[in-house]
Nanobody, 126 residues
Framework: QVQLVESGGGLVQPGGSLTLSCTAS????????VGWFRQAPGKEREGVSC????????YYADSVKGRFTISRDNAKNTAYLQMNSLKPEDTAVYYC???????????????????WGQGTHVTVSS
């Protein structure tokens, strides 16, 4: 069992930056691939990024490539999503999730993930 807690959301102006954190309060995060997802009002949940547990290989949705950076600090049992050049269309609830897979070669579908955090709100607006 892994319990995940996201933090770092808030209100930011277009062009601004935020860093989201995903901390495992129980369980060992280094055993898992970590994914970030988002869901905007009235829209389906979207995979944003994921990072593998072994090599730390990272993958991104085209909509965030070049602006977002995923990372992890296994010693702190925490993963991060650094978001730069934020746009109004990035407004959503952001969730982290974990899954144990033998290898990662691309974004992993959301229904593969076993444990999810409660989400943190990100609003990009002037």
């Amino acid at each position: 069992q892994v319990q995940l807690v996201e933090s770092g959301g808030g209100l930011v102006q277009p062009g601004g930056s935020l860093t989201l954190s995903c901390t495992a309060s129980t369980g060992t995060l280094e055993l898992y691939t970590v994914g970030w997802f988002r869901q905007a009002p009235g829209k389906e949940r979207e995979g944003v990024s994921c990072i593998s547990n072994s090599l730390g290989s990272a993958y991104y949705a085209d909509s965030v490539k070049g602006r977002f950076t995923i990372s992890r600090d296994n010693a702190k049992n925490t993963a991060y999503l650094q978001m730069n050049s934020l746009k109004p269309e990035d407004t959503a609830v952001y969730y982290c999730a974990v899954v144990r897979v033998p290898s990662v070669g691309s974004l992993i579908p959301s229904d593969w993930y076993n444990f999810w955090g409660q989400g943190t709100h990100v609003t990009v607006s002037s």
